[in-house]
């Protein structure tokens, strides 16, 4: 909220004018205009954001319990055993003259890095043997669940079921050979099938199994282990009480670029693959859906050789798109959508386009959900320069709203490990809408237009005490 955190740095600033005065040449009427200039002022913020007494009192324990979340950490690695231990391979790819790339080491197996990029198994967060008071996450970490095996949740979303009050984790299931389909071809895993987990404090995960299986026999099928099934993202219907699945497919080489959906009574499945199709006849590869408070759902997909996104309501039942689509960040080239609304302003985190190599996220913001939007620019914090402009070495998948936290999200991203596609690690961190854009694009009268979106580094953090009994 803008106008609560700007209360504070503006009192303290008005207060050393006022005790200047004596030695000053003010007159007695300046000092008392200034005052009830002041107090005008404090009284119109206070209107503006009237609150009762709960709400204030819960927005002061949630101020508490960011504060924690939003202190800046750095991070810093060494590379001073690098140049002389430089891996033949990474050698090969670079050429004797091109300076090591830290992304070119986070990208390379052999890499002294790697273990700080990949950490093993035996710093992994494990609900069986870990505090589970403290419920600590470590983004990079391997993340096992209630069974002990790593979650297999790739490129995925979340879904809250309110009457179930858990939550659900879908994604990709990539268990399986890393390979390239030829020469070109990018690094893959075949289609094993979208994997759900289900919790009810986004820190225990159980596996539900896999709710869509790929295809092993029927080539002609969209879903046969030779295509590619990517970023499955699942909405609630309220008027048909169905579950329903929309996610990228494609063939191996990525040409046909089309969504599919697929439906289910429940939301550990099993889920019935019902269609695919290029969405208003456009490519769609990297895509996600966003359900809006009056239950309107959206796709939001990447398109035109993705040097744009496309935008369009879904149809009431949510199982295909109306004719309506608007073009958004045209010339931009942006993928790794994921959307989310705060106070009735829409944000969304992208990625750029360079692969399964992590590169600079940006936030957007829009009025109106079908647009017009706009850039505001790198919503991360913390960390150092590199893991700023590369996500912390991740890509957008999703973002969560925490219902008892206005203004507070959990950003998901993963950490793609492209030489082993099943060993890609989870990067969640906390998620602020609020503050000062501090490198805005767009201005208006020298006032930003939009709240600062910021995502904050931690190596190691958990959601505030209470964040679910902090539900209104
Ligand atoms: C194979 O998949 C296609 C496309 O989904 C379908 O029309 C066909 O019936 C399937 N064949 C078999 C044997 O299941
Ligand atoms: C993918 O591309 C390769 C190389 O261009 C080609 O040999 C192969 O047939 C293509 N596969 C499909 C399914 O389009």
Not at 60 to 73: P, Q
Not at 74 to 94: D, N, V, Y
Not at 252 to 257: D, G, H, L, M, R
Not at 318 to 324: A, I, K, R, S
Request: negative net charge; glycine residues 8%; proline residues 7%.
């Amino acid at each position: 909220m803008v106008g609560t955190r700007r209360l504070l740095p503006m009192a303290l600033n008005s207060h050393p004018s006022v005790r200047v005065l004596p030695g000053s040449r003010c007159t007695l009427p300046l000092v008392v205009w200034s005052l009830f200039g002041f107090i005008a002022m404090f009284y119109f913020y206070s209107t503006l954001h009237r609150h009762s007494d709960l709400e204030n009192q819960i927005r002061l324990n949630h101020l508490a319990m960011m504060r924690e979340l939003e202190e800046v950490e750095e991070e810093s690695f060494h590379f001073p055993t690098l140049r002389g231990k430089r891996s033949p391979r990474a050698f090969k790819r670079r050429g004797p003259r091109k300076p090591p790339s830290v992304i070119d080491e986070f990208l390379d197996e052999s890499s002294d890095l790697r273990s700080f990029f990949f950490p093993d198994h035996k710093t992994a967060i494990d609900p069986r043997q870990d505090d589970d008071v403290n419920k600590y996450l470590y983004p990079g970490r391997i993340w096992l669940d209630t069974e002990g095996n790593p979650i297999q949740a790739h490129g995925g979303g979340l879904l809250f079921d309110e009457r179930r009050e858990t939550f659900y984790w879908y994604g990709e299931n990539k268990d399986g050979l890393t390979y390239h389909a030829h020469q070109k071809g990018a690094a893959r895993v075949d289609i094993i099938g979208v994997s759900c987990y289900s919790s009810k404090d986004l820190w225990t995960w159980t596996n539900e199994g896999v709710v869509l299986p790929g295809d092993e026999t029927n080539i002609t099928h969209d879903l046969h282990k030779l295509n590619v099934l990517e970023r499955p993202k699942v909405l609630y219907n309220d008027k048909t009480d169905k579950f329903v699945m929309w996610m990228h497919i494609d063939d191996v080489n990525y040409t046909k670029a089309s969504v599919g959906v697929a439906v289910s009574e429940s939301p550990t499945g099993p889920f019935e693959y019902l269609y695919s199709k290029r969405p208003h006849g456009f490519e769609s590869r990297d895509m996600t859906v966003f359900k809006d408070d009056d239950g309107k759902a959206y796709l939001i997909y990447s398109s035109e050789d993705n040097s744009e996104l496309h935008i369009s309501p879904l149809t009431d039942d949510y199982l295909d798109v109306t004719n309506e689509m608007r073009r958004i960040l045209v010339g931009q080239h942006r993928e790794a959508p994921a959307l989310f609304k705060y106070q009735g302003t829409y944000y969304m985190i992208t990625s750029g386009c360079t692969g399964w190599a992590p590169n600079r996220a940006l936030a957007h913001a829009a009025e109106s959900i079908m647009g017009p939007w706009e850039t505001m620019g790198n919503p991360c914090v913390g960390g150092n320069k590199i893991f700023r402009m590369t996500t912390f070495f991740s890509q957008s998948t999703y973002v969560v709203p925490l219902p008892g936290l206005p203004g507070s999200f959990v950003f998901m991203a993963d950490r793609w490990n492209p030489s082993e596609l099943r060993d890609s690690r989870y990067v969640w961190l906390p998620l602020r809408v609020g503050g000062v854009a501090d490198e805005p694009l767009e201005y208006n009268f020298g006032f930003p237009l939009w709240s600062r979106v910021s995502v904050y580094w931690h190596r190691r953090w958990r959601l505030p005490d209470g964040w679910m009994n902090a539900q209104t």
